[in-house]
């Protein structure tokens, strides 16, 4: 009886498994193997039909593969047992004579390490950042189960809000997930004492253990106690960094008095160093019951319970969230509750940015392989001849493989050392030059597995990139390389398409590379020449808050004896105030009603207010649109007046005039409107309405200080006149408007350059490889170009014949990497400013900057191709 | 091979793995081809040891090449024969090696603590 269809098939398939086998085991036990796994596959598929039979055969299958390597590895072992001698010497041959040959092309071999080292520094710098930002654990004890537990207004979309006193004090009580629970709130405040001008703080009010949580305890004092809290005992905990710098790690702080908002507070502890968020206040207070509030202002952290998952806390907590809301309805309304882990939480904004990096120092190596690779087929086929040599005399196709191997893996080894050199020197740039606001940045070193990983990448590259040229190089045609006496194959088809093949992935990447920069760098300067509606030069904007303290004191008069002090420094143009920075106008936002809206809404709509100095327009340059600004008239006694911006007309009034309409709630009448100003972070400009000063004082405003030059040096003075008028205003917040254009287009600014960089090292690189296998392939047809010329062909006709051949290959480059860039820019939208990814002039200008790179690569090779004496080329023979 | 066949001596294959030891006494009454053994070790065990043909060709591979089982010259009958296939006996050195375990075993399974655990 025939076998079934299926039977035949295992035997089939475990017939091309004992491939795996070493070749004496087939031969001795082979057939008598698939002999038995026939007759079992017939019993199992008598027995127990398809599903017995195919159960055998995954299970063999596996088993097989096990079995075969298996005794591969022991054959070897058996096999190394006697010769390691030999190995050992001809390991140390090879090695010897790698070095040899390295040194007697002295150039090749240098553009090789180069090539490596540009490849792997720039990775080893990048992997540094995003191991040390995005994968490395956080310095705590047991990292993973530390989580951020989140409110999400379900509603609003939004899937960041910090808890309520009461929400984070019922999921404490309630929820089984966690083995520890912590809050704290932070707010920044004045700090007063002996050590120092006053400062600005950021003081934390902790709930709980939060430094226990985190396995941290005070070098210096003690940690908060139960009572602290209860009692409403005021203390402080100071951070490391505070310490050190205000208080020159005084070692006798503890017991000290330090006045925040003019209240006393006895120094208890000092924390050891820190690495940023969450322990990153300068100074820690117990929460006393005075913020037990409905404020959602909590930052819970907590520490998971032994085996409980994330998405087990998160379901947890959202039922205790569906609790809370049934309990209290009106303040929980579609408040529902998450855990996130913390290092997620840390780094969700810098994840992107580095990815892409990541990305592109991965295309600079690959470029730099590419390049590499076409080197060395390059040499190897000009070596067929030594090859041939000693193949006659008996050299197996193994050993010289071995031999090429080894000489690629040599290369890889020193690119890889002098790549890592270059790594850290790329490090220590780019940290200088990156934003301050990345996360973890302080944690971020070139250690010994990034070492050991770039090392592992070296390899990996000679090995590979090494093995192709050297299959190749050993391809035993002995009588024909014997023949050739030093001149090279001419007709060696399959190396040039794999250095075609190479050419056109790496001038593909370099697109992709050119454009993603390309669009960084036009997002950049669109950002930097943003019609801010406001000027940008010479301003100087100091924050002077004087706190609730002041708040029953005028506000009005405190101003006023400021302003008056600073108008009169040398340098001072004019000094204004405003409560809005024209950089960052957000603050207050108000609900307005407009007197002739005939149909009162119970939800009013909202605008942003600000309260500013009459001639602050004039002196910040926002311009007038209609009616009037504010004047002297405007004041305590005067009706109350407000101008507005062009964004408020647009939507509130549509066509009509607003001048002179009056607004309900609040009471005023409006009497111009100004231009938009348009912050960075804003694509489209809010309605915004402008109260005079006067009639609506504010405890805590910016000092707008214009001035013919630039305003910086002014601010040491400025500081000196504020504190005439009141010592305790800290003045911290002092900058220039370009220092805070600066200061916002830093991560803009350090993504472009970087991509920029990387950019033009691939562009270097694609060149640099285009020239190569081009000069390579006229060198290869010297003789056919000789004998072209010798027929009467024209230098014309052989320079457009070789640079069509090069053009077209960086064209086949060129448009697969315009494909590949439409789907990859993608991933770029998120740091794009006002340029889509798939900008269409971008896309033609980096095709174009790529073809006139590749005609200029081209262009020389083509060049020799036309001085070649056909005399020369002839006699080559 | 030789050099293996020495090696036997030290215990490299005592105390014999379950498996090892049922194939050595399945090959001990009488030559079997590789199915054949274990369809025997199968039988022998009630189904509880159930060899598969590939790790029972690596044990095989191991015997033959240290000397402990080798293809045997002679057939079956005719009829029951299926001429490719390789029958496999105990060398002298096997059937000692095979002895020399059952010593070990009736040893431990005569002592009284192993014939009271068995009864408990």
Not at chain 1, 126 to 144: E, K, T, W
Not at chain 1, 253 to 265: D, L, N, S
Not at chain 1, 311 to 328: D, H, Y
Request: net charge neutral; charged share 20%.
């Amino acid at each position: 009886m025939p076998d079934h269809v299926l039977v035949r098939f295992c035997e089939r398939a475990f017939r091309r498994l004992l491939l795996v086998y070493p070749k004496t085991f087939r031969a001795e036990l082979g057939d008598d193997l698939l002999d038995a796994h026939r007759d079992r596959c017939r019993d199992e598929w008598e027995q127990r039909g398809w599903l017995g039979l195919t159960a055998y055969w995954t299970r063999t299958s596996a088993r097989m593969l096990h079995d075969g390597i298996g005794e591969r590895l022991a054959a070897l072992r058996s096999r190394s047992r006697r010769p390691r001698r030999y190995v050992l010497d001809s390991v140390r041959q090879d090695l010897r004579f790698a070095f040899r040959s390295l040194m007697n092309k002295p150039g090749f071999s240098a553009v090789i390490v180069l090539t490596l080292a540009l490849g792997i520094g720039v990775n080893a710098a990048i992997f540094s950042i995003v191991d040390g930002v995005l994968l490395r654990s956080l310095p705590y004890p047991n990292p993973a189960q530390l989580v951020r537990i989140w409110e999400t207004n379900t509603q609003a979309d939004n899937r960041f809000v910090e808890l309520s006193f009461a929400d984070y004090a019922y999921i404490r009580d309630n929820s089984s997930s966690f083995t520890a629970t912590a809050a704290f709130s932070q707010a920044s405040r004045d700090l007063v004492d002996a050590y120092g001008n006053p400062t600005e703080i950021v003081i934390g009010r902790v709930v709980d253990g939060l430094f226990s949580l985190f396995g941290v305890s005070p070098i210096l004092g003690r940690d908060f106690l139960p009572d602290d809290t209860q009692r409403g005992v005021p203390v402080v905990i100071l951070s490391h960094a505070l310490w050190q710098a205000r208080y020159g790690s005084d070692p006798s702080i503890i017991g000290k008095t330090v006045h925040i908002r003019a209240q006393p507070f006895t120094v208890v502890g000092v924390l050891p160093h820190t690495s940023g968020y969450p322990l990153s206040a300068d100074v820690w207070r117990p929460l006393i019951g005075d913020n037990q509030d409905e404020d959602r202002e909590f930052h819970v952290i907590a520490r998971l319970a032994q085996g409980v998952s994330v998405a087990q806390a998160s379901a947890e907590i959202r039922v205790l969230a569906a609790q809370l809301e049934a309990a209290e309805p009106d303040l929980n309304e579609n408040i529902s509750a998450w855990v996130q882990p913390m290092q997620a939480m840390l780094v969700r904004n810098a994840r992107t940015p580095l990815l892409i990096l990541l990305g592109a120092v991965a295309f600079v190596l690959l470029i730099a392989c590419a390049n590499v690779a076409n080197l060395l087929m390059a040499r190897g086929t000009t070596r067929q001849q030594e090859v041939a040599v000693r193949t006659a005399l008996g050299a197996s196709r193994s050993r010289i493989v071995r031999q090429l191997l080894t000489e690629s893996l040599l290369l890889a080894l020193l690119g890889g050392g002098a790549g890592l050199l270059a790594g850290y020197w790329a490090l220590d740039t780019i940290l200088a030059i990156s934003p301050q606001n990345t996360p973890r940045l302080a944690e971020v070193a070139l250690d010994g597995r990034i070492v050991a990983a770039m090392t592992v990448i070296s390899v990996i590259t000679g090995a590979v990139f090494g093995l192709l040229p050297a299959l190749q190089a050993s391809r035993p045609d002995l009588h024909a390389n014997l023949k050739a006496e030093g001149r090279a194959q001419t007709g060696n088809v399959s190396v040039r398409r794999v250095q075609r093949g190479l050419v056109i992935t790496e001038v593909a990447l370099t697109t992709v590379l050119a454009i993603g920069a390309g669009l960084l760098i036009t997002s950049f300067s669109r950002m930097l020449h943003l019609e801010r509606g406001f000027a940008t030069e010479n301003v100087l904007l100091v924050r002077v808050e004087p706190g609730t303290l002041h708040l029953e004191r005028n506000a009005i008069a405190l101003f006023d004896d400021v302003l008056e002090r600073v108008r009169p420094l040398p340098g001072v143009q004019s000094a204004v105030l405003s409560t809005m920075n024209p950089m960052a106008p957000r603050g207050l936002t108000l609900s307005i009603q407009i007197a002739t809206d005939p149909d009162p809404r119970i939800d009013l709509p909202r605008v942003r207010w600000h309260s500013t100095s009459p001639d602050f327009f004039s002196v910040v340059g926002i311009p007038l649109q209609a009616g009037r600004f504010f004047d002297d008239r405007d004041n305590e006694t005067a009706p109350r007046v407000i101008l507005i911006n062009q964004a408020f007309a647009d939507a509130h009034f549509g066509g009509d005039d607003p001048i002179g309409k009056q607004l309900s709630r609040p009471a005023v009448e409006i009497v111009g409107v100004v231009g938009n100003v348009t912050p960075l972070a804003e694509s489209v400009p809010r309605p915004t309405m402008y109260s005079p000063f006067r009639q609506q004082p504010w405890p805590g405003a910016y000092v707008v200080v214009r001035s013919a030059t630039d305003p910086l040096p002014l601010a040491e003075a400025i500081r000196q006149q504020v504190w005439a008028v009141d010592a305790t205003i800290p003045l911290d917040d002092i900058t220039t408007v370009e220092l805070a254009i600066a200061e916002t287009v830093a991560s803009p600014r350090f993504h472009m350059l970087l991509v920029g960089v990387f950019a033009l090292l691939a562009l270097v690189l694609a060149g640099v490889g285009i020239y190569g296998v081009m000069s390579y392939a006229v060198n290869q047809r010297t003789r056919e170009l000789g004998l072209r010329q010798a027929l009467g062909a024209a230098d014309g006709d052989l320079l457009g014949m070789v640079m069509r051949q090069g053009l077209a290959m960086a064209l086949a480059g060129i448009m697969s990497g315009l494909v590949a860039a439409f789907w990859l820019t993608r991933l770029l939208s998120t740091l794009l400013y006002d340029v889509a990814p798939t900008d269409p002039r971008m896309f033609a200008g980096v095709a174009l900057l790529l073809t006139t790179v590749a005609a200029a690569a081209c262009f020389f090779p083509a060049r020799r191709a036309t001085l070649v004496d056909p005399m020369v080329a002839l006699r080559y023979e | 091979m030789s050099q293996h066949t020495n090696d036997l001596d030290s215990d490299s294959f005592a105390p014999l793995k379950p498996d090892l030891f049922h194939i050595l006494l399945a090959l001990e009454e009488e030559e079997r081809h590789g199915y054949g053994i274990l369809k025997e070790v199968e039988q022998r065990t009630d189904g509880r040891i159930r060899l598969e043909p590939s790790p029972l060709y690596r044990r095989l591979k191991r015997l033959l090449d240290a000397g402990i089982v080798e293809e045997s010259a002679k057939r079956p009958a005719p009829e029951l024969d299926d001429e490719r296939r390789r029958y496999y006996r105990l060398t002298p050195s096997g059937r000692r090696m095979l002895a020399a375990e059952a010593r070990r075993v009736v040893a431990l399974a005569g002592s009284d603590r192993v014939r009271r655990l068995a009864n408990a």
